[in-house]
């Protein structure tokens, strides 16, 4: 399991964000269209302190959310409280506490599926979906600016068109979403920038919101509250729903891997 430095230690900075984020609905609209959950069952990995549960669950038949840190666990569990349908759960995704074939459609949103080193999970994935289910893992675009920019400047190590071919050779698509991020005044999105990038490059992004923002309003284009353009991308893969013959799997062999996960 590996620590992750936003949500773990700065829960109420990251509660602003998770409210600021995909203010157009766009990742949502694209997840629907890629894969339709109503009267479903949902498991989300890695679902921090629940905060998409209740959106899956006005529709799916039943959400499950998955997640290794006990105190982000622990308030899951306190979010969904008054609501039947969802269930939250302690667990890993190279370990899900799910049985075999019980769920329609696996979601991990930013959850640490960096590619390589996260067979383990998708192995685990694959095994607890239903034939004809999907996996959809969705996660920032290192390559979309600005966003993708200041990631590059913390991660030098992090190769974008390497992730993208590990996940299209697991058998993935890939789909490339455009979303807004909207806070309603500066101080929130300087909390937000400074948990998610060092404090050199959480400056400089600063700094760059604020003058787009500038520029934007004396174009007139300006609206309420500070904006910014993040891109994502949404991997998808469906489990067969007949034999798969050897030779002709619907994922890779790279899955075989005993690689260990750098998902939690």
Not at 196 to 217: G, W, Y
Request: hydrophobic share 40%.
């Amino acid at each position: 399991m590996v620590p992750s430095p936003n949500i773990w230690y700065y829960t109420t900075a990251y509660e602003v964000e998770n409210q600021a984020q995909d203010v157009d609905g766009a990742i949502w609209r694209a997840l629907g269209e890629e894969f339709d959950w109503t009267g479903r069952d949902v498991l989300d990995i890695g679902c921090g302190d629940g905060f998409h549960l209740p959106r899956f669950a006005e529709t799916a038949k039943s959400v499950l959310g998955v997640e290794p840190h006990e105190p982000l666990f622990r308030g899951a569990a306190k979010r969904v409280v008054e609501m039947p349908s969802i269930e939250v759960r302690h667990g890993s995704a190279q370990r899900l506490p799910v049985a075999d074939a019980s769920v329609d459609l696996v979601h991990a949103r930013t959850a640490y599926f960096f590619g390589p080193g996260c067979e383990p999970g998708l192995r685990e994935a694959n095994r607890v979906l239903r034939p004809g289910g999907a996996l959809v893992i969705v996660d920032l675009d290192v390559r979309s600016e600005p966003y993708g920019r200041w990631m590059r400047a913390d991660l030098p190590n992090y190769d974008p068109p390497a992730v993208e071919r590990f996940f299209a050779d697991a058998g993935f698509a890939c789909r490339r979403v455009k979303t807004e991020w909207r806070f309603a005044d500066r101080a929130s999105m300087e909390s937000v920038l400074k948990i998610e990038f060092s404090p050199k490059v959480a400056e400089r992004a600063i700094a760059d919101v604020v003058r787009d923002n500038a520029l934007r309003a004396r174009l007139g284009a300006g609206g309420a509250g500070v904006t910014l353009p993040v891109g994502y991308r949404v991997h998808t893969r469906f489990k067969p729903t007949g034999l798969v013959l050897p030779g002709h799997s619907s994922s890779s062999g790279a899955e075989s891997s005993s690689t260990s996960p750098r998902i939690p």
